[in-house]
C-alpha cells in the first residue's frame, strides 16, 4: 500500500478533466473515490470537492481548491520510459491542448503540473564511473528538449 499520496491542487474546478486527459494518456488509469461538495460547499453543492485516482498503480489525489496556489517547477512527476517511443507518446500527449516543452526531458500540461520524461538509460549513463562519459552524456542532455535516446547513446560512446 502507499503510504504518501500526492495531492493537486487544480484552482479553476478541472480536476475531472484533468482525470480524464490523464486516462487517455496512461494505461490503468481509474478513479478509485469522489468526495462531492454537499450544501455547505465550498464548491456548489453536487460538484466534484476531490477525488483518488489511480495512474499505473501511483495513487494520487485531486483537489478543486480554487485559485489560491498554482502549480510550479519545485515538484514535478516523472515518467521513466524503456524507449524513444514511449518517451515520445508521453511527451507528444502530454503537451496537447496547452502544454509547453521546457527542456531536458521536462514540459508542463495543460494545467500547469511539471513532467519529466526520462529514458531508464539516462540516470545509470549519468551516474557511470567514467566521468567523461557521464560529462558528455549531461552536456548532451543540456542541450535537448524532449530527450532522445539514440543522441544520448551516441554521447556515451564518445
Not at 34 to 58: I, T
Not at 88 to 109: M, P, S, T
Not at 116 to 145: F, N, S, T, W, Y
Amino acid at each position: 500500500m502507499q503510504k504518501i499520496t500526492p495531492c493537486l491542487w487544480f484552482e479553476n474546478n478541472d480536476a475531472q478533466e484533468a482525470f480524464d486527459f490523464y486516462a487517455a494518456i496512461f494505461k490503468n488509469a481509474k478513479i478509485t473515490s469522489e468526495l462531492r461538495n454537499g450544501k455547505e460547499g465550498p464548491g456548489p453543492e453536487g460538484s466534484l470537492l476531490m477525488a483518488e485516482f489511480e495512474l499505473d498503480g501511483v495513487r494520487f489525489q485531486a483537489l478543486n481548491g480554487g485559485a489560491h496556489d498554482r502549480f510550479n517547477d519545485s515538484i514535478s512527476l516523472s515518467v521513466e520510459c524503456g524507449s524513444q517511443e514511449e518517451v515520445d507518446h508521453y511527451w507528444e500527449k502530454l503537451i496537447e491542448g496547452g502544454g509547453r516543452h521546457v527542456q531536458c526531458g521536462w514540459l508542463k500540461d495543460r494545467y500547469g503540473i511539471s513532467w519529466q520524461i526520462v529514458p531508464q538509460m539516462l540516470l545509470p549513463l549519468l551516474r557511470d564511473p567514467d566521468k567523461a562519459k557521464a560529462g558528455r552524456v549531461m552536456r548532451a542532455m543540456m542541450e535537448m528538449v524532449k530527450l532522445d535516446i539514440a543522441k544520448i547513446e551516441e554521447a556515451a560512446r564518445g
